[in-house]
């Protein structure tokens, strides 16, 4: 099992230009989430999907948009990337749905100049 | 609105020395409270929750819900144990983490 796999690894885009992270796993979990994490602020939830066909804001959603495609695939797509949105961005799943995101991707580094 | 603090950046110790990271929470209800741990260029793993009370590489943390907190301990730190770890809430459907520890074990 690959686990939760994420594309691109690394990503640089300028202001204003649009971009989609790709996100799969192969575990059958019902529950995916996208995060992203800030030097000193841990890990912050943007949106989750508690299941297939569904999608809810987390702490952080503004200049995001995701999509679950089917059950194994949960896309973010930034629309007008801003330098704010620099960061590094964890996709995650999890079979409960309790939001344990116990598997996690190994993170796409993105760079907005 | 649930809340996780982790008040040390960085904690640096040597070798065998015991080792205690710090999380505090700020939650309504009843937590479900987890640490993860993050190995450099590595992936984030799960490394303990609290309700299946387990000792996980060394590691064991106790939820103390009069102090609201749940601090994770080692008595004897090794070199390996180098990372970030962070501490996590579990509300509704969603996991809301510390800022994070960095942990340096000197040899």
């Known amino acids: 099992n690959a686990g939760v796999t994420q594309t691109p690894k690394f990503q640089v885009l300028k202001t204003g230009q649009s971009m989609t992270l790709q996100c799969a796993q192969d575990?059958?979990?019902?529950?995916m989430y996208w995060y992203r994490q800030d030097p000193g602020m841990g890990l912050r939830l943007i949106y989750y999907?508690?299941?297939?066909?569904?999608?809810d804001k987390g702490e952080v959603p503004n200049g995001y948009n995701v999509s679950r495609l089917n059950k194994r695939e949960f896309s973010l797509r930034l629309e007008s990337a801003a330098p704010s949105q620099t960061s590094v961005y964890f996709c995650?799943?999890?079979?409960?749905?309790?939001?344990?995101?116990?598997?996690f991707g190994p993170g796409t580094r993105l760079t907005v100049t | 609105a649930q809340r996780v603090t982790q008040p040390e950046k960085l904690l640096s110790v040597f070798k065998g020395a015991p080792v205690e990271l710090k999380c505090n929470y700020s939650y309504s209800g009843s937590p479900e409270l987890f640490w993860y741990v993050q190995y450099s260029r590595q992936r984030l793993q799960l490394l303990l929750r609290h309700i299946s009370r387990e000792s996980i590489k060394g590691f064991t943390a106790d939820l103390n819900k009069g102090e609201t907190s749940f601090h994770l301990k080692k008595p004897f730190a090794q070199e390996e144990d180098s990372a970030m770890y962070y501490c996590?809430?579990?509300?509704?459907?969603?996991?809301?983490f510390g800022g994070g520890t960095r942990l340096m074990v000197k040899p």
């Open positions: 999907s508690a299941s297939e066909g569904t999608t």
């Open positions: 575990m059958n979990h019902n529950s």
């Open positions: 995650a799943s999890s079979e409960s749905g309790s939001g344990t995101g116990d598997s």
């Open positions: 996590a809430l579990e509300a509704g459907n969603m996991l809301t």
